[in-house]
């Protein structure tokens, strides 16, 4: 009995730290995000992952944008028109490279 009521306690516990961890992970990811040359109107974010990692960005601005997804140490995404509203994407392997953001182009 005290063994099922001190792993349901230890259960209990990491529960709440993690809980707890949450809120400051969730604002040390965003702010780690860098966001390349783009104006401010365009939404970049980074998915990492078991292979690959996937550069995203959205453009949040009125108009018509020329972006690209930059990756440090490698080649960069296409230059692509991105009309307001879409999205752009740029996977490449799991290893060095960085995400970088999106610029203009």
Known sequence: MRTALGTLTAAGLVLASSLLA???QAVAST?????G???SCVTV?????RIT???YARNDCPHTLNLKIV???GTDGPCRTVR???SISTQVPRG?????GANLC
């Open 53 to 55: 990692k996937t550069g």
């Open 45 to 49: 974010w980074e998915h990492t992952g």
């Open 37 to 39: 040359n783009a104006p």
């Open 96 to 100: 060095v490279r960085s995400f970088d």
């Open 71 to 73: 990756w440090a140490r």
């Open 84 to 86: 307001p509203g879409q």
């Open 31 to 35: 702010a780690a995000i860098p966001a």
């Open 22 to 24: 949450l809120p400051g």
